[in-house]
């Protein structure tokens, strides 16, 4: 049982999923009954409770006594923490994490060319400027390091994205501190900050991420 049991849940939910789009289901509305369910996937009871349960624990649908099993709202940042749970117990994951951290903050990037205000800009320099005083006092600027890429992100628009990127930071904030502490990286990191930040202003895509390739490959995280 144990050999086949994986593949008949997921074979479940997917075929749950399956009905939700047939019958339109969006959030709120209230799911077919476990019978319903077990009669047209044509599978047991306690199966198609064992999926739901599971879709339950993803914060996916809520049971309400004597209701039913309602569709939530998807929350996202939600999801996404708990793969990136599930992915992070590998040691061998962590150079995973990097290769997507990268992607996710390139194409965020990229989206934010476009979408980016002036009032963003002026954030982005603020943060530079609030670095390189931070660092004068002798301290790191982990705190304007996070923001500085996290503004970028919120200005791509795509919310979905931004919580993809904010789990894969935090999960791995404590790499950007342990990057700022090598010897000359905290002036070399802001000058990278600089460069990414002077592409934008100056509307130059490519060479705004170029810019941010080569921070995030010499930050190492």
């Known amino acids: 049982m144990s050999l086949h049991q994986p593949k008949i849940y997921i ?27 077990s009669d ?22 809520e049971t309400r006594r004597g209701e039913g099993t309602f569709l939530k709202p998807v929350n996202s940042h939600r999801l996404v923490n708990i793969i990136l ?41 603020s943060l530079i400027d609030q670095s390189r005083e931070e660092w004068e006092h002798g ?10 890429h996290k503004t970028i992100v919120e200005a791509c628009g795509n919310r979905l994205l931004l919580n993809i990127w904010v789990s894969l930071v935090e999960y791995n904030k404590v790499a950007i501190r342990e990057s700022l502490k090598r010897e000359g990286r905290p002036e070399a990191s802001i000058c990278e900050h600089e460069a990414i930040y002077q592409a934008l202003v100056d509307q130059r895509l490519e060479d705004a991420l170029d810019a941010l390739r080569n921070h995030l490959e010499n930050s190492r995280f």
């Open 139 to 148: 301290d790191f600027p982990v705190d304007e390091d996070y923001l500085f």
């Open 40 to 61: 047209r996937l044509n599978v047991g009871r306690s199966s198609v409770r064992e999926a739901l349960r599971a879709l339950e624990l993803l914060d996916l649908i």
């Open 85 to 125: 749970s599930f992915l992070l117990k590998e040691e061998s994951a962590k150079q995973d994490l990097t290769e997507t951290r990268r992607i996710v903050e390139l194409e965020a990037t990229r989206l934010a060319f476009g979408r980016m205000t002036p009032e963003t800009l002026c954030k982005l320099r």
């Open 11 to 37: 074979e479940i939910i997917n075929k749950i999923n399956e009905i939700m789009e047939e019958d339109n289901l969006k959030q709120g509305d209230r799911l077919p009954s476990e019978r319903e369910l």
